[in-house]
């Protein structure tokens, strides 16, 4: 299994690949969506051990090693990094990868043996340039899994030849499944090894395993959703200033309240108490002052 861990590039002037997580198994195709040639470019480098990560891991196995990461994968077809070049014909390529193979798997036949044994002799007379992709792709695969100790391939941005994700993706599958490769030689079972396509769009219908540059796997499944809820807290934004507005109404609200106490026109209903105040006798008994008036006549009576 390849595990890679916060994978980080800074770069001179900017991030080469934002930290990256994934885990690729043997004998499957993850293809891992990155944006720019640059970055692709960069993130196979990393996963192949060919450029030293700023910070995080890169693992093949068990083996922490950058130098056994290098020994047990090959980068496949990177832009100004190995991919072929149009001037040279299809034997130069085959010989040239052939020489860079440890001698004790090279293959000593010569290179035109050596494509008709693999099954390229309709591409012997050809020029690079002339190869269509997906024929170019097969090619570079076999010169790739000629050396025995391979057991990771990171194949460059193969979307970048054709949109057409059929003319690719079935021979990486393939190189998975241990259909391509030293399975030719006799009495050598099929070699499941771990393939990885970095490109700039997942195909549509790709149902495998995928991950993404500046994607960090443990974050993506967990927080994820309780990133949503955390949003929840918002809602009590909107009452402070519902709360605000309520200050003025408040004060309105008294008034208001004003009309409540008339609502309790049943206390009202107590109106004939009021007519129990009966001011009236009071006036009742100025109505004796004219037994007053008998007392002035006594008075007079005195006189």
């Known amino acids: 299994m390849l595990s890679a861990k916060q994978l980080h590039l800074a770069g001179r002037h900017h991030t080469l690949l934002p930290p990256t997580s994934l885990e690729a198994n043997r004998a499957q195709v993850m293809l891992v969506q990155a944006d720019g040639q640059e970055r692709r470019t960069a993130l196979a480098l990393a ?27 090959a980068i496949i077809d990177s832009p100004e990094v190995n991919a072929p070049e149009n001037h040279l014909t299809v034997r130069s390529l085959v010989s040239e990868d052939l020489a860079l193979v440890p001698f004790k798997f090279r293959d000593r036949t010569r290179p035109t043996a050596w494509l008709v044994k693999h099954g390229f002799r309709d591409i012997l007379d050809k020029w690079v340039e002339e190869l269509e992709p997906n024929r170019l792709l097969h090619l570079q695969l076999e010169l790739a899994l ?120 049943p206390d009202e209903s107590n109106l004939p108490p009021e007519p129990v105040d009966t001011p009236e006798p009071p006036q009742a008994e100025p109505a004796e002052a004219p037994e007053s008036d008998t007392t002035n006549t006594e008075g007079g009576d005195v006189q």
């Open 146 to 265: 000629a050396d025995h100790d391979v057991d990771l391939l990171v194949v460059d941005s193969p979307d970048r030849h054709t949109a057409d994700a059929s003319a690719w993706l079935p021979l990486l599958e393939q190189a998975a499944a241990g259909l391509i490769g030293h399975s030719h030689d006799a009495g050598l079972p099929p070699r499941e090894v771990i393939v990885i396509g970095v490109v700039g769009r997942i195909p549509d219908g790709w149902t495998g395993p995928t991950a993404a540059a500046g994607q960090e796997m443990a974050p993506v499944t967990g927080p994820a959703e309780p990133a949503e809820p955390a949003e929840t807290p918002e809602p009590p934004e909107p009452p402070e200033p519902r709360a605000a507005e309520s200050d003025e109404p408040a004060e309105q609200a008294e008034p208001a309240e004003s009309p409540e106490p008339p609502a309790a026109e």
């Open 47 to 73: 996963l192949t051990g060919r450029m030293k990560p700023s910070s995080g891991t890169v693992v093949l196995g068990h083996d922490h090693a950058m130098a056994a990461l290098r020994k047990r994968s």
